[in-house]
């Protein structure tokens, strides 16, 4: 499998590798199929991060191929919660609310800690990463959004927001080109799918959430 580190083309003098190409181009449709709220996201969201962890791994991304194992547990984790136990719509897609002040408390709190946490971690072990606090930024942003999406939070889209901030400009930086493209698409998805959810989650849009079912 090592053709998935070959170059598949250039764009704009920008290398774009097989599994760069792959990988996201599964992620960004597992991010239609999250908007759609469809249980499918999540095996795609697996699939995608098992390709872009072997693409990551062997760059010394320590954070964002860290982020890809985060991506395929919770991913499974994802799967069963959307499966089991949540409320659905008259379509049978999974119905969605907004975070309560608590729950955005935790995950704002949780997201801090943990930055703080793996940053510090990166700058002692400097050769887990080159870039420490983009990376654990990157890290921890992800398992936040997806634990939101998993919960059927709108929150979901602000993290994911959150996370292309950084994202983009650090796959440019590390010659993910194609990682830094597909970023720019996402953040167009990432905003109409949060429209959609928004308009869902009003009362009486469609059933609610019940709330924090482990």
């Given at each position: 499998m090592t053709w998935l580190n070959s170059e598949a083309f250039t764009v704009l003098e920008q290398r774009i590798v097989w599994a760069d190409l792959i990988g996201n181009l599964i992620g960004l449709t597992a991010l239609a199929l999250g908007w759609r709220r469809s249980v499918w996201t999540w095996p795609a969201?697996?699939?995608?991060?098992?390709?872009?962890?072997?693409?990551?791994?062997?760059?010394?991304?320590?954070?964002?191929?860290g982020k890809q194992v985060v991506v395929m547990i919770v991913a499974v984790w994802g799967w069963r919660q959307?499966?089991?136990?949540?409320?659905?719509?008259?379509?049978?897609?999974?119905?969605?609310?907004?975070?309560?002040?608590?729950?955005?408390?935790?995950?704002?709190?949780?997201?801090v800690l943990g930055t703080l946490a793996v940053g510090g971690l990166?700058?002692?072990?400097?050769?887990?990463?080159?870039?420490?606090?983009?990376?654990a930024y990157i890290f921890v942003g992800t398992l936040v959004a997806m634990y939101a999406q998993s919960r059927g939070m709108v929150e979901f889209w602000f993290a994911w927001l959150l996370v292309d901030l950084v994202g983009v400009p650090l796959n440019f930086a590390n010659g993910y080109a194609f990682s830094g493209f597909?970023?720019?698409?996402?953040?167009?998805?990432?905003?109409?799918?949060?429209r959609d959810w928004w308009l869902r989650s009003r009362p009486g849009a469609e059933p609610v959430l019940e709330g924090a079912a482990a």
């Amino acid at each position: 499998m090592t053709w998935l580190n070959s170059e598949a083309f250039t764009v704009l003098e920008q290398r774009i590798v097989w599994a760069d190409l792959i990988g996201n181009l599964i992620g960004l449709t597992a991010l239609a199929l999250g908007w759609r709220r469809s249980v499918w996201t999540w095996p795609a969201q697996f699939v995608s991060g098992v390709i872009l962890f072997g693409a990551f791994a062997t760059s010394h991304m320590t954070g964002s191929a860290g982020k890809q194992v985060v991506v395929m547990i919770v991913a499974v984790w994802g799967w069963r919660q959307w499966t089991h136990g949540r409320k659905h719509a008259e379509d049978g897609s999974v119905a969605v609310r907004f975070a309560t002040w608590r729950e955005r408390g935790f995950m704002a709190g949780a997201a801090v800690l943990g930055t703080l946490a793996v940053g510090g971690l990166f700058t002692v072990y400097p050769s887990l990463s080159w870039d420490a606090w983009p990376d654990a930024y990157i890290f921890v942003g992800t398992l936040v959004a997806m634990y939101a999406q998993s919960r059927g939070m709108v929150e979901f889209w602000f993290a994911w927001l959150l996370v292309d901030l950084v994202g983009v400009p650090l796959n440019f930086a590390n010659g993910y080109a194609f990682s830094g493209f597909v970023y720019v698409i996402y953040g167009a998805l990432v905003l109409w799918g949060m429209r959609d959810w928004w308009l869902r989650s009003r009362p009486g849009a469609e059933p609610v959430l019940e709330g924090a079912a482990a």
